[in-house]
């Protein structure tokens, strides 16, 4: 997958918006880091000059934008929807970190709605029943009023960031192991220890438990998977020369 | 180390503000991510009641920013100084991403300068000189128009983003293993793959390579540490009672 059918897949949608300032703000924070799609749910100004003028060239993101009169219509052709938030909120929904939302756009198919809402109250609860993740924004808890652009500005960033990286992974052959591929290993890494007298088949849990969390925490690339089985193989086969 | 004694020693400087809208939008950036620190070399309007409008609050930060004559003199005091551009520079300065300056700012003692430069046209090599490394946020290579207080916005999030996860691994005793503790590990993985045929002393070469490459990449944990080392143990042990 190509960088930039990544971020194409992105829409960006606001909702409710005030200051016409700020739309095009974030047009201009949307295309430093190459997104173009924007969606508009009931703008109180749009189109308009201050608009164009804090898009500042980036007017042809803002002559693409598609107004809608709902929320629903807007959202109806997106596979993920995930509503962004700076403040704590005191229902847990399902919250991701703004660096999380990026794992999840890169392995979802189909177009991926990105929400903002209104400048002085954000989202609605009704609003968030219609998003699957929340994205939250750490901030300073006693002053955590980020601008509107400036939170699509960050959230725009990280997508990028994460495409980029992506990209080099991709390049550079370190895709990462399939959970298949993981469970094999993990089989292989269990049976490996037994054999050496160091996991007690009896009494796996705590060991299991470290040794899952390592992997997991790294994330092991599909090259790293061959040479760690190489060595539980080299183990074990040492082994059996010694008993024969 | 503290959260906010890390961000405390993080001084903004901007550098020839035209606008003073967007002194007062960087404030509200800084604010936001919990930086306080905000200096000013010949801004152009300041102080100004456009600027505390926009800074929304954080005036504040206004209130105590303090103003210089000279780029030289803003910096007096400071230890490390990481200048930010969101162009490629043809010139090779020792460039770092936003995150990277993180790991950069955490190390360092004293306090760390953030420079953002004008809007038009950034920072002079001349200002550059003083720099001790660029800081290059990624944009789109057709539009990298980063507007100031954005690219304020960015580089304070990823500041505030950077000593969280520092003070979470913290935390739960997740330090990372100092240099000489996987010096150590190394000799003692070594050891091991040689012990079990894995490893050909006569030509490590690749191998080796790849498992530094793969343990640099994920940096082990303390405790991770001490279970490999007592895998690696424990495949010699069982080595020596199959000999016997």
């Not at 993981?182 to 849990?205: C, K, S, V």
Request: with cysteine.
């Amino acid at each position: 997958m190509k960088h930039n059918d990544i971020l194409d897949r992105i829409h960006v949608i606001l909702v409710g918006v005030t200051h016409p300032g700020n739309i095009g703000a974030t047009a201009r924070a949307m295309k430093t880091m190459g997104l173009s799609h924007l969606r508009l749910v009931q703008p109180k100004h749009f189109p308009n000059a201050e608009a164009t003028a804090r898009a500042a060239g980036a007017d042809d993101i803002l002559a693409k934008a598609t107004v809608y009169d709902t929320f629903e219509e807007s959202l109806q052709d997106c596979h993920l929807i995930m509503g962004t938030s700076a403040r704590r909120r005191s229902i847990s929904w399902p919250t991701l970190t703004p660096k999380q939302s990026v794992a999840k756009a890169l392995s979802s198919a189909g177009k991926v709605a990105i929400v903002f809402g209104r400048e002085q109250s954000g989202l609605t609860n009704k609003e968030l029943d219609l998003c699957h993740f929340l994205i939250q924004i750490s901030s300073n808890p006693t002053f955590s009023s980020l601008n509107l652009a400036s939170a699509v500005q960050i959230v725009a960033y990280e997508m990028r960031c994460g495409v980029e990286n992506h990209d080099d992974d991709l390049k550079m052959g370190r895709a990462y192991a399939s959970a298949e591929s993981m469970a094999q290993f993990y089989q292989h890494l269990e049976d490996t220890l037994i054999h050496i007298g160091f996991l007690d088949p009896n009494n796996p849990r705590q060991l299991k438990r470290h040794l899952y969390r390592f992997f997991n925490r790294i994330q092991l690339l599909k090259p790293e998977v061959n040479i760690f089985r190489g060595i539980f193989t080299a183990i074990q086969e040492h082994h059996k020369r010694k008993n024969n």
